[in-house]
């Protein structure tokens, strides 16, 4: 069953805003090493995952947490009775991934598109999107696509080609719900780490060297 988009647009655009500042992760990441980036990372992560269980287990930090935002938050993420992470939590584990396993040129690349090309998605899909297909929209696909051709065009050092392959990999990936099972893995998770995988193993080929 598809789940019904919730959000009217000045809330998705107000969620895509916080989602987009998230750009400021590989944008400093690029300019400190892993072990500080980690040191950062692992916090900010922990933080908000602490927030996701309390949420799902205890009462206040659940009145709380809905009462702030329930506006913001898609339908998946308002069921009370299933356990869940929200978006947030799925782009700071997103972050913590691509740093500890994926070369920095691949992890930066990999992120820029979920923050950037993602956002565009959304709201482009919200405001114009008229040919549907499952939950996405062709339009959303394509300023997704486009957007990600721009962020690989401007990496520093990136194969142009390895960053058009991770480009039409993120695409695919936002344009079909990946399942694993019954459970439904978070866009925020499967765009980078599948973009991410493919661009290292593109590097591992001798063509591309």
Not at 72 to 101: C, D, Q, S
Not at 107 to 134: C, E, N, P, Q, Y
Not at 156 to 178: H, R, S
Request: hydrophobic share 55%.
């Amino acid at each position: 069953m598809e789940e019904i988009d919730r959000l009217e647009l000045r809330y998705e655009v107000a969620r895509k805003a916080i989602h987009l500042s998230s750009l400021s992760i590989p944008v400093i990441y690029w300019f400190i090493s892993q072990e500080l980036a980690l040191l950062l990372l692992v916090p900010l992560f922990l933080g908000f995952f602490l927030i996701d269980l309390l949420k799902n287990f205890f009462a206040p930090v659940s009145v709380w947490y809905h009462k702030t935002f329930d506006s913001m938050l898609r339908a998946h993420e308002l069921k009370l009775t299933k356990t869940h992470l929200n978006g947030a939590t799925y782009i700071m584990m997103a972050a913590l991934l691509l740093v500890l396993f994926f070369p920095k040129i691949i992890a930066v690349t990999a992120f820029s598109l979920v923050a950037v090309s993602d956002t565009l998605a959304a709201i482009i899909g919200k405001s114009f999107g008229k040919h549907r297909f499952g939950q996405k929209s062709v339009e959303g696909s394509a300023a997704f696509f486009c957007s990600a051709l721009v962020v690989v065009s401007i990496v520093p050092g990136l194969n142009l080609f390895i960053g058009v392959i991770m480009a039409v990999t993120a695409t695919l990936t936002e344009a079909f719900v990946v399942h694993i099972g019954e459970f439904k893995i978070d866009d925020n998770l499967s765009i980078p780490l599948a973009s991410a995988m493919v661009g290292t193993l593109c590097t591992l080929l001798p063509f591309f060297r």
